[in-house]
């Protein structure tokens, strides 16, 4: 058995192959796949407006959320 590392970036939840290590179709294969788990900060993840949202509500003055009874009524 032969064994080529290589460091390669994910694309389109595919590993593209180097030139080197191109294979015939229908090659078997062993794949051992190590990474680094990337670290999640609240920074990292602030990119969905939705979840910002969530965690700064938005202030607005003379503001009144609706009761439970006029929400039904709608």
């Known amino acids: 058995m032969q064994a080529i ?3 390669a970036v994910i694309q389109n939840q595919a590993i593209p192959l180097p030139i080197p290590a191109m294979l015939p179709a229908g090659q078997t294969v062993r794949v051992i796949l190590m990474y680094e788990p990337e670290r999640h ?3 990292a993840r602030s990119h969905d407006p939705i979840l910002d949202l969530a965690r700064h509500p938005r ?4 503001f009144r ?3 439970r009874d006029e929400v039904h009524e709608r």
């Open 59 to 62: 202030v607005l003055a003379g």
């Open 5 to 7: 590392e290589f460091d």
């Open 65 to 67: 959320p609706l009761s």
């Open 41 to 43: 900060t609240d920074q």
